[in-house]
Structure formats: structure tokens, C-alpha cells
């Protein structure tokens, strides 16, 4: 197991650069807009960055599992990580290959669940870089996992379902999205990491509709609000998830 969520957690480092290794596919970023300009509620693209310091992470979790493979509370951990990193190489191979599509929806799920269901395990007072990869990730996917559903009714309908406007339809992206981090914060799951993510994802929306939807920017900005708040509530009365 050790050396597989190894060679799992080293895969998301190299499936970005399948298409320049095979020759297959095309850039992730050129594939999810292939089909017009970038959606209002796709982030600016700076903020995909984030997933470097998540796989830094999630490799430094993997190296020291590998070298402490009795290590009760890496082991614990290790079936949810290895789900992680192979629902996020997946979907990254399977964008870049086939574009937007329905197969995107299972994994992204999946790697949220996986990394909520290993979030659970781990402990406090424990690895110091646990709860910062877990919080990362948990929050930047908050967000990741109503943009990839919305995006793919968008794909599937060939336009903005219901005859939504594109600003009504990006709001409906952002309202689901702060309400799982509300949920999230108010029952305590939340850390200040996962915090940090969900902002990071609004306020990459908010820049990305600086000179694009108004509406958009401002409904981002305001949406941070609660998220600060409710945190700021919640660690007053107990102490924040590890």
C-alpha cells in the first residue's frame, strides 16, 4: 500500500503533461473552454495554482507513509489518499483526452468524498501537514465540485439550462458552493485552511469577471462575507477542525 499511494500521489505531478509526453489531448485550461470563452464562474487562472502546494503535500504525505508504512495514522489515512490522488490524476487524463464531459461528475465526487472520508482520520496533535493538505484540498473542491456539475448541464444543454441568464446561471454555481462551506464551518469540520481554499476559489472569480460580469464579481466578493463570519463565530465557541 505505501508504494502505491506513492506512485498514486507522484501521478498528479505527471498527468498534467500528458499531452506533451503522448502527443494525446491538449492542455487542460484549452480543453474545459473549448467550446467558447471561459465560463463567469470559472475562476481566474492563477487560482488553479493552488493545487501545486495540495500535491506538494499530498507527496510529502506519501514519502513519509512510504517511509513509515507502521505508522497507525498514516495507515489510516492511506486508503481515502490513495482515492484522492487517483480521482484527481483520472480526472485530469480523462480532460485532457475527452474534454468536458459526464465522467468528470464521478470523479470529482470522488475526490471530495475521499478527501472528507480521510479528513476524518486524521488526528490531533499529529502530522502538522495533514490538516493543511486536507483543509486545501476539501475547500478548493467545495467550490470545484458545483462548477464542474454546472459546467457539464451547460455542455450537456449546449447553453445555459432553463434559459437562466450566464449571471443568474454563475449565481446558482456560487450559492451551492458557499452553502457546503456554511455547512461545513457551522458543524465543524471546517479548519482555517479549508477557509483559506474557499476564499481563494471566490475571490479567483470575483478577479476573473474584473472587466466581464459585474453582477458576478460583486455576488463573489459578497459571498466571502458569511464565510469569514461564520468562522470567526464557530472558532469563539469551539475550537477549529484539526
Known amino acids: 500500500m505505501p508504494r502505491f499511494v506513492l506512485a498514486l500521489a507522484i501521478a498528479q505531478f505527471v498527468a498534467?503533461?500528458?499531452?506533451?509526453?503522448?502527443?494525446?489531448?491538449?492542455?487542460?485550461?484549452?480543453?474545459?473552454?473549448?467550446?467558447?470563452?471561459?465560463?463567469?464562474?470559472?475562476?481566474a487562472g492563477y487560482a488553479f495554482g493552488i493545487w501545486f502546494p495540495i500535491f506538494v503535500l499530498g507527496l510529502v504525505y506519501a514519502v513519509r507513509y512510504w517511509r513509515d508504512p507502521a505508522n497507525e495514522s498514516y495507515r489510516r489515512i492511506a486508503p481515502y489518499a490513495g482515492a484522492m490522488f487517483a480521482c484527481g490524476t483520472l480526472w485530469m487524463l480523462w480532460t485532457q483526452v475527452m474534454g468536458s464531459g459526464l465522467m468528470q461528475l464521478p470523479l470529482i465526487f470522488g475526490m471530495f468524498v475521499s478527501?472528507?472520508?480521510?479528513?476524518?482520520?486524521?488526528?490531533?496533535?499529529?502530522?502538522?501537514?495533514?490538516p493543511v493538505l486536507f483543509g486545501l484540498q476539501a475547500g478548493w473542491l467545495s467550490a470545484a465540485v458545483c462548477l464542474n456539475t454546472t459546467s457539464w448541464l451547460r455542455n450537456f444543454a449546449g447553453a445555459t439550462p432553463f434559459g437562466l441568464t450566464p449571471e443568474i446561471y454563475a449565481l446558482a454555481t456560487l450559492l451551492p458552493a458557499a452553502a457546503i462551506?456554511?455547512?461545513?464551518?457551522?458543524?465543524?469540520?471546517?479548519n482555517i485552511w479549508y477557509v483559506v481554499?474557499?476564499?481563494?476559489?471566490?475571490a479567483g472569480i470575483a478577479v476573473a469577471n474584473i472587466n466581464g460580469e459585474r453582477f458576478v464579481l460583486i455576488a463573489a466578493l459578497v459571498l466571502i462575507a458569511p464565510v469569514l463570519l461564520a468562522f470567526s463565530a464557530r472558532t469563539k465557541r469551539v475550537p477549529a477542525a484539526r
Open 115 to 130: 478527501t472528507l472520508l480521510g479528513w476524518r482520520h486524521v488526528e490531533p496533535g499529529g502530522d502538522k501537514t495533514l
Open 197 to 202: 481554499a474557499v476564499i481563494w476559489a471566490l
Open 16 to 43: 498534467p503533461f500528458f499531452p506533451r509526453l503522448t502527443g494525446i489531448g491538449g492542455e487542460i485550461g484549452a480543453r474545459t473552454t473549448e467550446t467558447g470563452l471561459p465560463a463567469p464562474e470559472t475562476p
Open 181 to 190: 462551506a456554511l455547512a461545513m464551518i457551522l458543524r465543524g469540520r471546517a
